[in-house]
């Protein structure tokens, strides 16, 4: 994470939580816990993971991947049913129902891609 730092920084801050005993915490001098919220220093993912443990704080790694692959998969769904409610109305196979049952299927895939957008 190249922010991660800042990340630590900033929940500290909301929650008003003092450099010493975040510090204190992960058995550092301020000096050297000061290093890692400026990003002075390189913290790997599994660092990073110990720290968010001993500080208690949780870290959702990966988040925004994993919103992009929901928002994908969402709107391929969609997509094909409405390709199929579209073949199935045009070659008149299947009744009213499973039309509405298809399209209705597409429309709740379709309100899951309303999930917060996420920057690259």
Known sequence: MKNFGEYIKNYRITNKIEKEEYASKLELSIADYEKI???ETIISK???KIICEKL???KKFNSKRLI???DLIFRLGANVM???T???CINGIGTQETMIAMLSVGLILTTFTILPKVDK
């Open 37 to 39: 919220e400026n990003n």
């Open 82 to 84: 409405a390709v199929a």
């Open 56 to 58: 208690d704080i949780k």
């Open 68 to 70: 992009k692959i929901l």
């Open 86 to 88: 579209l073949l199935l």
């Open 46 to 48: 599994d660092e990073q």
